[in-house]
């Protein structure tokens, strides 16, 4: 089955070009990676996967399921690290990844717990508090934690 599949998928911001006629296939249990330049499409691609936005044209699945009509079943099964992470100040790291689990309605805390220890993340810490990539780990354990069958990471080695 294809965990990813995209057929002329198109998006365009008014009369800018975000992608055109994007034709994609990601077996399952594959690792595929965009490289390109800024402003080639790479996010907006994602984007519309994730359901944030919507294409112009073409059609996007994920497991088979479209995207534009299956959101909430297909956000279940995808972990997804935004390029740039924010979370609200004054929570402490334990809390964010509490409250990411308790959006999916889940009970994470083992994996998360094992994340944490595997990243060395201090979960104590308030999330102002840390470094840019101690950030992005804290992305990273809200994104993962779940088990999910589809991760998405978008700059996962920035930071």
């Known amino acids: 089955m294809k965990a990813i599949e995209t057929i002329g ?3 365009f911001y008014g009369k800018a070009r975000g992608i055109t006629g994007l034709d994609l296939a990601v077996e399952e249990g594959e690792f595929f990676g965009f490289i390109g330049p800024n402003g080639a499409g790479k996010s907006t691609t994602i984007r519309i996967l994730t359901g944030l936005i919507k294409s112009s044209g073409g059609s996007a699945s994920i497991f088979g399921r479209d995207v534009s009509g299956k959101k909430d079943e297909i956000l279940a099964d995808i972990g997804y690290l935004p390029s740039e992470a924010v979370f ?3 929570m402490k790291v334990k809390d964010v990844i ?4 308790d959006l999916r309605k889940r009970d ?4 998360a717990s094992r994340l944490c220890d595997r990243l060395q993340l201090d979960t104590d810490k308030k999330v102002e508090e840390l470094s840019f990539g101690n950030r992005k780990k804290v992305g990273i354990v809200c994104a993962l934690q779940h088990n999910p069958k589809l ?3 978008d700059e996962p ?3």
């Open 9 to 11: 998928l198109t998006k």
């Open 88 to 90: 609200y100040s004054g």
């Open 98 to 101: 509490k409250l990411s689990a």
């Open 108 to 111: 994470c805390s083992a994996e």
């Open 151 to 153: 991760c998405i990471l």
């Open 157 to 159: 080695t920035s930071g």
